[in-house]
């Protein structure tokens, strides 16, 4: 879920190292009136520099267990709290919010943490502290309940669901309240929110790989709930209407994130058939290495003269043909419905094992009859197994 980095809010409104604003570059009394109240209702930013923090802080950890910098497999980031709709639907929800803090590369952090720092200072001053986290956390797990919903075969991390969300904060606050920020404030946010919302979701769009439906999950998420705590900027507002601001913002969330899991598609008996899968096929692998290591033995030995045709023959009704009726017999009581993503991979693999296994048989009946047709059936047989694994492969690279 990579964010590029946001565009500057204004340029005539900075924030110092504690996340104060300076007034130094107001260029007039209405946006000097503007900074003087923004301090006066949320004097200090301290959840944006935490957020940074705790993103930071879980990359590092991450690194320090094994991740590489730059990312690595998708699937290793499960074990750090990604997302994952089969796993979610299981009843890991945490998932939900933790794999808003799991990133997938130094470059993944760091634009959404630059997007995180150029928006958070304002709109947490906007909406004091408590209210920021708050709308944060819920944007986030709105992008990812439309992540999951949209796809649920794709393993998801990063913040730019809820960095989304705290532009859709923001907007909605330009919406709700614009009579509490100067015009020229008004005209640079638009311009410079607009942008960013417009660049990222294109750029998610043109690019694979990219979690657009978080994008717009956090997104709206965010803008809703704005749209909820959104107050005028009066330093005594911040104890007035709380307690309905509250109620709407929970009401909000009880109705909206158990709905979006109830439409989830429940996709654990496909994740626990893949992994059987998976499990099954490693064993066969092994399996089909041996036999066939075996099966060049018999074959040079009995060119060679070491071993006779009889001789061959036995070893091969006696070992090489019962395993391989096994080892087909075990791929076969694999449970994987027919709509299941790997479906196709398996039949593939099931193709080879029996035309493999069909060789062995036919080899057994040349030698016992020394019929020729036997031995066109072999080259037939052969050339069936190597045609699906070829095709099983080309897949396994997609």
């Not at 996340?19 to 109240?37: H, I, K, N, V, Y």
């Not at 497999?73 to 890991?92: H, I, K, M, Q, V």
């Not at 020229?184 to 694979?208: C, E, H, K, M, P």
Request: proline letters at 4%.
């Amino acid at each position: 879920m990579n964010t590029p980095p946001a565009p500057r809010l204004s340029p005539h409104i900075t924030l110092g190292h504690n996340g104060r604003m300076s007034d130094a570059a107001a260029p007039d009394d209405a946006q000097q009136e503007f900074l003087l109240r923004l301090n006066a209702v949320t004097p200090r930013v301290v959840v944006t520099p935490a957020l940074l923090a705790i993103n930071v802080g879980v990359f590092l950890a991450m690194t320090a267990l094994g991740i590489k910098v730059l990312g690595g497999r998708a699937d290793e980031y499960l074990r750090f709290g990604a997302n994952f709709a089969p796993l979610a639907t299981s009843g890991e929800w945490w998932r939900l919010i933790t794999c808003t803090f799991v990133h997938l590369g130094i470059l993944h952090l760091t634009f959404n943490m630059w997007a995180l720092w150029d928006s958070g200072r304002l709109t947490e001053r906007l909406f004091g502290n408590g209210w920021f986290a708050a709308l944060y956390l819920f944007a986030g797990v709105a992008g990812s309940s439309a992540s999951m919903l949209w796809n649920q075969q794709v393993i998801s991390a990063g913040a730019s669901g809820a960095v989304f969300g705290v532009f859709g904060a923001l907007l909605a606050y330009l919406t709700v309240q614009r009579g509490s920020i100067p015009v020229d404030v008004i005209n640079r946010l638009r311009v410079s929110t607009s942008a960013f919302v417009v660049y990222s979701l294109f750029y998610g769009f043109a690019q694979a790989g990219i979690d657009n439906a978080a994008h717009l999950g956090g997104l709206a998420g965010g803008f809703v709930m704005g749209l909820i705590l959104a107050r005028p900027l009066e330093a005594r507002s911040h104890r007035s209407g709380n307690a309905r601001r509250a109620l709407f913002a929970a009401l909000l969330a009880i109705v909206t994130l158990p709905t979006a899991a109830w439409l989830t598609p429940d996709t654990s008996r496909i994740y626990r058939q893949a992994i059987a899968l998976q499990r099954e096929i490693a064993a066969f692998s092994t399996e089909d290495n041996r036999l066939l290591v075996a099966f060049q033995r018999i074959v040079d030995q009995t060119r060679s003269g070491k071993l006779s045709d009889a001789a061959a023959l036995r070893e091969l009704r006696a070992t090489l043909l019962p395993a391989w009726n096994e080892a087909v017999a075990r791929l076969a009581r694999v449970d994987l419905d027919a709509t299941a993503p790997a479906r196709k991979d398996y039949e593939l693999l099931m193709r080879y094992a029996m035309a493999r296994r069909d060789t062995i048989k036919a080899v057994t009946d040349y030698l016992e009859t020394n019929n020729p047709a036997y031995e066109r059936m072999i080259n037939e047989l052969r050339a069936q197994a190597d045609e699906a694994l070829v095709q099983y492969r080309e897949r396994q690279q997609k």
